[in-house]
């Protein structure tokens, strides 16, 4: 039967697949190294599992032990599948900057997870390497996996993610981007190809705000500022990175990051992580300075899945003010001008009592109603306009709408630029909102101001 005797078995043996679409003008081939198709999801399998592996010759770790480390939540989840496989208890320290869906999945695996503030600095009691340090150290029969110093972190990646581009790419292989983060993909893949071409470069992809490329370039250890890219970079220099086999590295900012990781999913069908639009940027500017020649591989370290409530989010780019200009359309602002309020859309209909529409106004505190009907905008009750025409006649409360509303609001699709429905409102006090010729919502001046 052609069977795996467990999910340990699928780890590496990653395809590489040729970018199109992003890549069009550049005449180097680019090429992603799928890591995201990894049982857990990223890059990360690998080294869980042979952390635990090296630890057991070791005896380092023990029957019915508990690994303990500081992770950003993708190594995390390599050790947990490993550790749910050979009976082993988990503690994890994560950063506040995680998103929840890499938290939500560790605890699925059975892990605890500690979070801890992401502001902390590393000589801080708080700050996440040290907590788990210290948890180690209180826990019974505990093992500390320490990624940033372990050797088996870049050992798993000189034994099987460096020999998998080489073979995969005929050793035609020119140039490999990776991230620093712990420092063991392109410290262990890095070597491998190096000494098998020593003229291969390899390229590290590190956010503004890491320190790797100042201390490169100078030996200086500067101070680091805040990112919101996830699992890559750092504040301080650790073990793991080796400075030795990376030829240059690009600094990438976040907005560049996020929105390189947005193009990959919705150009390539690829979905992914912020760290690997830091690295497609940095292969990208390395590849268009390239001849039809050369062969660009670049790490896809995790999948989309676990930023869902982050960069691939609207609502989130929006908040972090990262979203493109030519993606800020009229669902951005509806979307976001709705969030956690209901009902989305409140209408009358033309037949229904001018009370009827009055008690509407008030229950739901709003100024405008739209007349709606049969997916048609007919026309509106205007807080003022009505308020004057009450005074003037109050018998009209028991008139039906159609006999006191105004002038329809504009109808715009969700899709449109939001610049169009600022158009619009220069006419109108709102606009409603299609999607897909229903209409869904209403947008005021108010709304837009403040999404503004």
Not at 23 to 28: E, L, M
Not at 345 to 362: D, F, I, N, Q, Y
Not at 426 to 435: I, Q, T
């Amino acid at each position: 039967m052609q069977v795996h005797n467990s999910i340990l078995e699928l780890f590496g043996n990653t395809p590489l697949i040729r970018l199109n679409k992003i890549t069009r003008g550049i005449r180097a081939q680019v090429f992603a190294k799928m890591e995201s198709m990894n049982p857990g999801g990223s890059i990360k399998d690998r080294i869980g599992l042979n952390i635990i592996l090296d630890a057991e010759k070791r005896g380092d770790i023990k029957p019915g032990g508990t690994i303990v480390e500081a992770t950003s939540g993708n190594t995390g989840i390599g050790l947990a599948l490993a550790a749910a496989v050979k009976g082993y208890k988990c503690i994890f320290v994560m950063s506040d900057k995680c998103s929840v869906e890499k938290v939500r999945y560790l605890k699925s695996l059975g892990a605890d997870v500690v979070i801890v503030p992401s502001t902390a600095k590393p000589n801080s009691p708080e700050y996440y390497v040290n907590t788990a340090e210290r948890i180690a150290k209180d826990t019974p029969n505990s093992f500390y996996a320490t990624q940033y110093t372990n050797h088996s972190n870049p050992e798993a990646h000189y034994k099987t993610t460096g020999p998998e581009i080489w073979e995969q790419t005929d050793g035609k292989i020119t140039h490999f981007v990776a991230s620093l983060g712990t420092g063991g993909t392109i410290s262990g893949a890095g070597r491998f190809l190096k000494e098998k071409n020593q003229a291969i470069k390899v390229i590290g992809a590190d956010p503004y705000g890491s320190i790797f490329k100042t201390f490169k370039e100078s030996g200086v250890v500067i101070e680091g500022t805040p990112y919101l890219v996830e699992g890559i970079g750092q504040e301080r220099i650790v073990e793991n990175v080796h400075f030795k086999y990376i030829d240059e590295i690009l600094n990438i900012s976040d907005k560049d990051s996020f929105n390189m990781a947005r193009r990959l999913a919705r150009e390539e069908g690829i979905f992914t992580g912020g760290s690997t639009g830091t690295i497609l940027c940095a292969a990208i500017k390395v590849a268009k300075e390239l001849d039809e020649n050369a062969i660009v591989v670049f790490t896809v370290c995790d999948t989309g899945e676990r930023y869902l409530s982050k960069h691939h989010s609207d609502e989130w780019m929006r908040e972090k003010r990262l979203l493109e200009k030519d993606k800020t359309t009229v669902s951005v602002a509806y979307q976001t001008k709705i969030s956690g309020r209901l009902p989305k859309l409140v209408t009358a209909s033309p037949g229904e009592l001018v009370s009827a529409a009055l008690r509407k106004m008030e229950e739901f505190n709003i100024s405008h109603l739209p007349v709606i009907e049969n997916n048609n905008s007919l026309g509106v009750i205007n807080e003022t306009e009505i308020m004057s025409k009450l005074i003037e006649n109050p018998d009209l409360v028991n008139k039906k709408v159609s006999d006191v509303m105004g002038k329809p609001l504009p109808v715009v699709d969700e899709q449109d630029d939001v610049k169009n429905a600022i158009k619009s409102l220069k006419k109108s006090p709102a606009v409603l909102v299609s999607e897909y010729g229903n209409i869904v919502g209403i947008l005021t001046r108010y709304d837009v101001l403040d999404f503004v």
